[in-house]
């Protein structure tokens, strides 16, 4: 008994620790995010009723299946709207990112998407089997986007849903926003006819000739850069490698190293269809999609953005001979509902991103990465 009243009064003595939840909650709501310091009050409050459910009941196992209870809501909690973890499966980020990285992703920055159905809440998809609807890639809920501590910015190395396969989780750099003009000319990245200058840690395929094998491991070792592939013509090894800004700016001074170029990728690039001629090197010009942004239907806008009036939007668009039509109804226009971006992997020429399946809406990104673990 003297346990149990010793507990109601810890119960009790519960003031300055709402009155801080009260003073984060206001913190948040000023900078933005009010739903977090909301959250965290209903977390605390649920977390207070198990402690006095626990002093009630006194029953071991009642007691063990809250605790547990408790720490699976809040870990999906902290999931949906806080943090995940992600492992790095490629080399498609390198040089800032290797394959094996253990990295932790924010929700905070952006704000986190609620779930659009059963399937998008850890642990509960286990257990929840996918309707029709859904197997079609449409939401069951509507998405809803909690506010961030802030916008989407270029340069930004994103976590998001690959549009096109949506179990696939991928993390590249955003290289272009929502109303941006994007053109890549010979991998060169121009936004708004201004070419963008690539982070250090960008990386392009080169070829160069290379006389000494064993000067050039001792290069390879000094300078980091992996050969990809090297062949013999006569007293001259032809080489293939990766580099990035710093790697190029070295190399090409040195003297051992003859005949450094560029390798352009000429790989077909979205949206493939007739009309275009897109390479992963050499794409556009053409404007990213914004929400309110209105495109006459044709030829060219027909190609270029079905794939994501499908997949993002949700709209059926078809072509009858001149005629366009939207969800069976004939239009001359569609106007896009959501915003997106247009993402690169810093390993140019080993990197799955925007050039081959195109844009990735708002609502498909997860959030930013903010620290590696390992």
């Not at 709402?18 to 605390?44: D, N, Q």
């Not at 999931?79 to 990112?97: G, K």
């Not at 081959?356 to 809406?361: H, I, L």
Request: hydrophobic letters at 45%.
């Amino acid at each position: 008994m003297k346990n149990k009243t010793k507990n109601l009064k810890r119960l009790i003595k519960v003031s300055p620790i709402i009155a801080g939840l009260l003073v984060l909650g206001l913190i948040f709501a000023i900078i933005g995010i009010w739903w977090l310091g909301l959250s965290l009050m209903l977390i605390y409050t649920a977390y207070r009723l198990v402690f006095l459910i626990r002093i009630l009941r006194e029953n071991l196992f009642s007691n063990l299946l809250l605790n547990f209870s408790f720490i699976v809501v809040f870990a999906i909690f902290c999931r949906v709207f806080i943090f995940e973890v992600f492992i790095i499966p490629s080399a498609s980020m390198e040089d800032a990112l290797f394959s094996g990285n253990i990295i932790l992703v924010s929700k905070l920055n952006y704000g986190p998407n609620l779930p659009r159905s059963p399937s998008e809440i850890p642990w509960i998809n286990l257990f929840y089997k996918k309707p029709a609807p859904e197997k079609d890639n449409q939401p069951i809920w509507n998405v809803k986007h909690l506010s961030g501590f802030s916008e989407i910015k270029r340069g930004d190395i994103t976590v998001f849903k690959r549009p096109d396969k949506r179990n696939n989780y991928l993390i590249k750099r955003c290289m272009a926003l929502a109303g941006d003009k994007l053109q890549i000319v010979d991998s060169k990245v121009f936004i708004n006819d201004k070419i963008v200058l690539q982070p250090a840690t960008v990386k392009k395929d080169f070829y160069f000739s290379c006389t000494n094998t064993a000067q050039l491991k001792q290069l390879s070792e000094e300078w980091g850069f992996v050969i990809k592939s090297q062949e013999q013509l006569g007293d001259t090894f032809i080489v293939r490698t990766s580099l990035n800004r710093v790697q190029h700016a070295a190399l090409k001074n040195l003297q051992e190293i003859k005949d450094l170029k560029s390798l352009i990728n000429n790989s077909k690039a979205y949206p493939r269809t007739k009309g275009f001629s897109f390479t992963a090197d050499n794409m556009g010009p053409f404007i990213v999609p914004f929400k309110g942004m209105k495109v006459l239907l044709n030829d060219t806008t027909y190609n270029l953005y079905r794939a994501i009036l499908k997949s993002a939007e949700h709209v059926s668009l078809k072509r009858r001979g001149e005629n366009y039509y939207i969800n069976g109804r004939a239009e001359s226009s569609y106007t896009f509902k959501n915003n997106y971006f247009f993402m690169l992997g810093d390993n140019r020429d080993d990197s799955s991103d925007s050039r081959f399946w195109g844009y990735v809406a708002a609502h498909d990104i997860l959030g930013k990465h903010v620290i590696t673990i390992f």
